[in-house]
């Protein structure tokens, strides 16, 4: 593979885990509870995974031939991230610890954090609309092989990001309740901007 595009393609990717975002929010919740951030995140890793196979395997590569499923995925997903972004703004959420005996198991976040990535459109806009656009067609390796290669550079990126978002989140924001509203509030703006731009991209490109 080409280094060029595999550098680029990290990026790409580092750009969507940096933006806060539902991932984020669900790794700070796990760091406000006791002994949590391990399993959250790794459910988190286990749905970018359960992506990067999927794609790899050629689902992504069906879908890229029909260009209105993208349109509508990239739709319906910026929809989806104006709306979440609008209600965080609109009421911002600040994590607190909960009582001990109301705290979920570890099998709990694990399962929760599959859930949580496997339906963040930043990780279906990524893995179905990005990924495929960075294999090098006249490289040795397959082209399913480079699909699973990229995601798993995309994979090791957000396990070194949430990791350190969630560890760090019950120091910072459990002391500081106004720093984790700002924080949500960041983040609703974040998302709701990222939808836009999104959707204004669709309407130039299909109807303008």
Known sequence: MDLAIVLAFWVVSMLFILTP?????FAISAGLAKRMVVPAVSGLLVG??????????????????????????????SIYLMWLGFSLIRTPAVVRAGPEDQIPTRQDWLCKGIGVSGLNPKVFLLFLALLPQFTDPAS??????????????????????????????????????AAAKWFSQ?????????????????????WL
Request: aromatic share 12%; proline share 2%.
């Open 48 to 77: 970018h995974f359960i992506a990067t196979v999927l794609v790899a395997a050629g689902v992504g590569a069906v879908i890229a031939r029909y260009q209105l499923a993208m349109m509508l995925l990239t739709v319906v997903g």
């Open 21 to 25: 975002g539902a991932d984020w929010a």
């Open 140 to 177: 040795n390796w397959p082209e399913a092989l480079q699909l699973f290669v990229l995601g798993l550079i995309h994979i090791f990126s957000c396990a070194a990001v949430y990791f350190v978002v969630g560890f760090s989140s019950q120091a910072v924001l459990q002391s500081r309740p």
């Open 186 to 206: 960041f983040s609703g703006a974040a998302m709701l901007l990222i939808g836009a731009l999104l959707l204004l991209d669709q309407i130039k490109l299909y």
